[in-house]
Structures are given as structure tokens and as C-alpha cells.
């Protein structure tokens, strides 16, 4: 059974600096989401990683994936207030999509 | 851009009341997905569908949910008999067949009071 685990899960972080939210996940996954939540709303989709060493980057973010570690990372760089919301990683195996818990970012201005 | 959709957007029913929520996935997609989010917690994974049958369970999809496929587009969770616990925001998903990207609709916020 795909098991998923986001650390830290509460990450308070002053605008300008750097940090990294960390996915880990137990079995072979076929690829792998990360996901944006603003309060109330809805699932945006940041990024769709499919094969190891995949490195995606939109703005102040960026996405890896090490399929051997099975682990997958989301890199802020020089936050901004505006990249406050929750951030899911969700492997995808067998057609099936299961959620971490998800890392709660608040970027203090 | 194809997109699953979702209605209503919000949805507030009094308890013991059954409630549908519908879906319409991308019109190529072969398989189809609930999955749930009750407030301020993670996103939870209630059934899959595939082939006009559940291919898949969790233990929240209990005898008071169903899914049904009625006609060629629409993709509808059922609860029949609401209870307070059930308020949540639900997502439906939809994808083609093989290691195919799954999109999620823009959810059903369910209150129940």
C-alpha cells in the first residue's frame, strides 16, 4: 500500500529566505504531484514529475524527484508572502493518487 | 483547455438528507475518482471507477455512499443519508487509461447542519 509522508507540516519562514518541503513515499510510484491550497479553495496543480531526477521549476519553486530514495522535494527560494498556502505532494501508482498530509507555509513579511 | 467540472460549488443540507454531487469529467477519460477533504486535513481517497464499476474502495466509502455513471458524462457521488461528519470538500478526478495525468475538478464544498 502507497504510504506518503510531507515534513515538516507547519513551516513558518520570513519572506527572502530559502527552504525545502520533503515527500517520501513507500512504494514505486508512476509519477508524482505536487499541489497548491490556498485556504477554502480548491487544488491547484504546480507540478507533474514523472521519471527520477525529474527537475521542474515555476518561479520561486522548483521540483525534484529521486525515484530510487523515493523521495520528492519542493524548493522555495527567496519566499515571497504570496507562496503562503498548504503544498501537497501526491504520488500516483496504479491509477490510484494518494495525498500527503500536507506542509502548511506561512512566509511572514 | 478540458477540464472537470463540479456542481454546485457549494452545497448545505440538513442531516439525514440524501445529497448527490456531480461531476463531469474530461469527455476521453476512462477512469474516474472521489476523494474528500474535510476542513483544514488532508485529502482523502474515497473510490475509483473504472469501466462502469468500482474498481476501488477506502474504508471511509461505507454503505451510505455510491457512485453511478448515468449517462456518458456525468460522474456522481451519492451520500444517502447525511451526517454532520460528512461536511467536507469533495473532489472528483478524472484520466485516461495507462500512466496518464489525473485532473481534479474545482471540488463541492458539503455542509451539513
Known amino acids: 500500500e502507497l504510504k506518503v509522508e510531507q515534513n515538516p507540516l507547519f513551516l513558518s519562514m520570513q519572506e527572502g529566505k530559502n527552504y525545502t518541503i520533503y515527500c517520501n513515499y513507500s512504494?514505486?510510484?508512476?509519477?508524482l504531484y505536487w499541489y497548491r491550497q490556498d485556504p477554502g479553495k480548491s487544488l491547484e496543480s504546480l507540478f507533474v514529475?514523472?521519471?527520477?531526477?525529474a527537475v521542474k521549476q515555476e518561479g520561486r519553486l522548483m521540483a525534484s524527484l529521486d525515484t530510487k530514495a523515493r523521495l520528492s522535494t519542493l524548493h522555495i527560494t527567496a519566499a515571497v508572502h504570496d507562496l503562503s498556502a498548504t503544498y501537497f505532494c501526491?504520488?500516483?501508482?496504479?491509477?490510484?493518487?494518494?495525498f500527503g498530509k500536507g506542509t502548511r507555509l506561512h512566509i511572514l513579511p | 483547455e478540458p477540464e472537470v467540472t463540479q456542481t454546485p460549488s457549494h452545497q448545505v443540507t440538513q442531516m439525514g438528507q440524501e445529497v448527490i454531487l456531480r461531476c463531469v469529467p474530461i469527455?476521453?477519460?476512462?477512469?474516474f475518482y472521489w476523494y474528500r477533504q474535510i476542513l483544514g486535513q488532508k485529502v482523502e481517497f474515497l473510490v475509483s471507477?473504472?469501466?462502469?464499476?468500482?474498481?476501488?474502495k477506502s474504508e471511509i466509502f461505507d454503505d451510505q455512499f455510491s457512485v453511478e455513471r448515468p449517462d456518458g458524462s456525468n460522474f456522481t457521488l451519492k451520500i444517502r443519508s447525511t451526517k454532520l461528519e460528512d461536511s467536507a470538500m469533495y473532489f472528483c478526478?478524472?484520466?485516461?487509461?495507462?500512466?496518464?495525468?489525473?485532473?481534479f475538478g474545482q471540488g463541492t464544498r458539503l455542509t451539513v447542519v
Open positions: 478526478a478524472s484520466k485516461t487509461e495507462g500512466n496518464t495525468e489525473a485532473f
Open positions: 512504494t514505486t510510484s508512476d509519477r
Open positions: 514529475l514523472l521519471s527520477n531526477g
Open positions: 501526491a504520488p500516483q501508482r496504479d491509477d490510484k493518487i494518494i
Open positions: 469527455s476521453n477519460h476512462l477512469y
Open positions: 471507477f473504472y469501466n462502469n464499476e468500482i474498481s476501488e
